[in-house]
């Protein structure tokens, strides 16, 4: 019995690697229009070489090896793989189809790499569940863009987030060590009040005591994403060795005297302005769920009931109300940072899909930053908010090789970056005919 569950074992495992491509062999993307990530203007013509997953060479000077398998790009456009720098993958938490969790997990995760988004970073979840996920996607047992997560976060008792609720010291610190043992890639802490918007107050951490577990953290060699809201927290966070801000500040404009702070420091701050837009675009604009990226990555039955239950109940939410006022404020915030440094904002959306990243792009583009400048917040910014810009986020020598193929120019219309043509992950095709998602479905299920 042991032994036919080891041979079917095999055989799916060989499945997948025969539809999802090849590494260690040579693959050459010629004649494509390559926007490298880096914020240099497009090249070309370009050749892009790709061996052993890895980026070999990239310009219009690269020469593709003899006998490599070859892609013609010609009319196409190249950029880096996108990258959400904050989501909660959906099955975590329970939800509308608790029984199958790891099944809509995996669907969301499809869902990314469908929508060209190669990389995500998960900000706070069930630790058993997503570093579940993350051993399976590192070992090539599911298809999936590359998991980075916390697990669980960090915050005071009554604080922004948990299991690890932190007060005294050196006492508590042994919830930090069984969230070190959990082998968080950045660690989440949760710092707000609460206090704004129509929410109740809730307890912070003492800055002093912040500042303690941020060293804690960095001690062990994991780097420090927080939840802040506010000015006066971002500030506090940051002379407390805080590495990356999880959002924009939300609550306010900003004033010239934190954008010339950001102008010395440039802490990454992840732009996550979807899921304050998504309330009332839900209650206001439920049509958009039938636009080509919702109809072919969310389930027919999910699209309906946001449209029907959740539009109605959205309509009646104070903060979907709040949210709507305050997201053009966070919008302008971005395009500040972005005018004071390039390398500041970062994508992200703190939802739970490919599509909510793509909505992430259109809204940086509407808050004034270029398209240009867009495709770069969502991959080299969103990488260096991660720690792994060393790794991934431009499409340079060295960096894994994470690419996405686009059928039109992403710099003249960030709506095409919607138009995915070729998804690359450490050198492989995805097949996206393949992916588990209503697109798929359909059509076998039409034949
Ligand atoms: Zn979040």
């Known amino acids: 019995m ?3 569950l080891f041979s079917v074992a095999v055989l799916i495992l060989g499945a997948v690697v025969l539809a ?3 590494g260690g062999a040579v693959l050459v993307i010629r004649g494509v229009t390559l926007i490298d990530g880096t914020g ?4 070309p013509n370009a050749t892009v070489v790709i061996e052993g997953g890895i980026i070999k060479d990239a310009g ?7 006998g490599a398998r070859t892609i013609d790009g010609t009319g196409k456009f190249l950029i880096p793989g996108l990258i959400d720098a904050h989501i909660h993958l959906r099955g975590g938490r329970g939800g509308a189809s608790a029984s199958e969790p790891e099944r809509d997990g995996i669907r969301a995760l499809h869902s990314y790499l469908y929508a060209g988004v190669t990389t995500v970073f998960d900000a706070g979840n069930r630790p058993d569940y997503i570093m579940g996920l993350r051993d399976k996607e590192r070992s090539g047992a599911i298809v999936s863009p590359r998991i980075f997560a916390t697990g669980g976060t960090v915050a005071s008792p009554n604080g922004h987030g948990g299991p690890y609720n932190v007060e005294a010291w050196p006492g508590d610190r042994k919830l ?3 969230h070190l043992a959990t082998k968080p890639d ?3 802490i949760g710092q707000d009040e609460h206090g704004w918007g129509t929410r109740p107050q809730i307890r912070q951490l003492p800055e002093d005591l912040l500042e303690k577990i941020i060293r804690y953290y960095h001690s062990h060699g994991v780097r420090i994403i927080i939840h802040v809201s506010n000015e006066h927290n971002a500030i506090e966070a940051i002379y407390a060795g805080a590495d990356t801000l999880a959002h924009p500040i939300i609550q306010a404009p900003m004033s010239e005297e934190y954008v010339r702070m950001m102008s010395v420091k440039h802490v990454p701050t992840v732009s996550t302005l979807t899921i304050g837009d998504n309330y009332s675009r839900v209650a206001d604009h439920p049509e958009f769920l039938d636009q080509p990226l919702y109809r072919d990555t969310l389930e027919a039955s999910e699209r309906q009931m946001l449209k029907t239950e959740e539009s109605a109940k959205q309509k009646e939410n104070r903060w979907a109300a709040w949210m709507k006022v305050m997201t053009p404020v966070a919008q302008d915030n971005m395009k500040r940072l972005n005018a004071t440094g390039k390398d500041i904002v970062a994508a992200g959306t703190d939802l739970s899909s490919g599509a909510a990243l793509q909505r992430e792009l259109e809204l940086l583009v509407g808050s004034g930053i270029s398209p240009a400048d867009t495709i770069v917040i969502a991959t080299r910014n969103a990488a260096r908010a991660l720690g792994k810009l060393d790794e991934l986020g431009t499409i340079e020598a060295g960096k894994l090789a994470d690419v996405v193929l686009l059928k039109a120019d992403p710099t003249r219309d960030i709506n095409n970056a919607k138009l995915v043509d070729l998804v690359i992950k450490s050198g492989q095709i995805i097949d996206r005919s393949r992916l588990d998602l209503p697109v798929n479905r359909r059509s076998t299920s039409q034949q």
Request: no cysteine.
């Open 2 to 4: 042991l032994k036919r």
């Open 20 to 22: 999802f491509g090849q």
């Open 40 to 43: 240099r203007g497009s090249v």
């Open 60 to 66: 219009a000077h690269a020469q593709a090896p003899a």
């Open 176 to 178: 930090l060590d069984e």
């Open 186 to 188: 950045l660690a989440k």
